[in-house]
């Protein structure tokens, strides 16, 4: 599996040391880690690796054997406070010293999985300056609610809108929970939209069948590139006149709306740069 990720379009590769691991097996899994980041890092892709919660004790061993050369960062299971992070984040600075790896070179993405931890997003973003992006868990976060997922979601609605606000309020992204159904990708495509519309920017995903559908609903379609590309130009030309606004093929254009159409472009960039590299 390690050695396939390297070839897949998803933008960064997670390898997992928490629920995808038996506990008889973790020391083996650690011991992989080396070879695996390497063998991910050849293929151009951002390396992640998920460490279990600091409740399991786990957490310190796991990061030995994660923090090394060409580690991006660390999704940590279930965070659920300030605490948490800054524990991380010390932790991942004596490494970095002690291994001579550039200073505060490798990011935490904190994962939400409980009540606790979703609703205390706020607080953990801002943690630390390694944060930068947060994941959800759903499936955890309704066991820890005692509830079930259900097709609409009605259930995680919240949970969604909170971490999807707060993130964009602190200029981070946020990333949703997977799709367990690998067979079922009309609902992931439309999970997809649906989270992208609450202002998601990323998707976890579970296998290789799920990177393109997520690919293509994240990334900007040529209609909306082109209206950006004009929303911009008709912007800067009523600045140049002293208008704060302009119409624009039926719509009131503003400085909102130009930031937006920026964000589009820079998206669509990123997007772009991503893939020539990959090639």
């Not at 899994?29 to 151009?44: D, P």
């Not at 999985?113 to 944060?131: C, F, M, P, Q, Y």
């Not at 992006?133 to 969604?160: H, K, P, W």
Request: aromatic letters at 6%; proline letters at 2%.
């Amino acid at each position: 599996m390690i050695q396939k990720a390297r070839e897949l379009s998803a933008d960064a590769i997670i390898i997992d040391l928490e629920d995808a691991v038996p506990m008889d097996e973790k020391e083996t899994a650690r011991v992989f880690l080396e070879e695996g980041i390497q063998l991910i890092k050849s293929g151009n892709k951002f390396v992640y690796v998920r460490v279990n919660s600091l409740l399991t004790g786990l957490t310190q061993e796991d990061l030995e054997y994660a923090v090394q050369e060409g580690l991006d960062g660390i999704i940590l299971a279930k965070s659920e406070s300030k605490e948490d992070i800054l524990v991380v984040d010390k932790a991942l600075t004596e490494l970095e010293l002690q291994r001579n790896l550039p200073e505060k070179n490798i990011a935490i993405i904190p994962l939400l999985e409980t009540a606790k931890g979703v609703l205390n997003v706020d607080e953990i973003i801002r943690a630390s300056e390694r944060v930068v992006a947060v994941c959800f868990g759903a499936l955890d976060f309704t066991r820890d609610m005692g509830t079930n997922q259900s097709d609409d979601g009605v259930e995680i609605f919240y949970a969604r809108s909170r971490i999807a606000l707060v993130s964009t309020a602190n200029n981070l992204q946020a990333i949703d929970t997977p799709w367990f159904d690998i067979t079922d990708k009309d609902g992931l495509v439309k999970e997809t939209q649906f989270v992208k519309q609450l202002g998601f920017r990323g998707k976890l995903l579970i296998h290789p069948d799920q990177i393109d559908a997520v690919n293509n609903a994240f990334t900007p379609t040529e209609e909306e590139i082109t209206y950006a590309q004009k929303v911009i130009k008709a912007f800067k030309e009523a600045e140049a006149q002293g208008q704060g606004a302009v119409s624009l093929e039926g719509k009131m254009i503003d400085v909102a709306s130009y930031r937006q159409a920026q964000i589009i472009l820079e998206y669509i960039k990123a997007i772009q740069e991503k893939n020539k590299n990959n090639n």
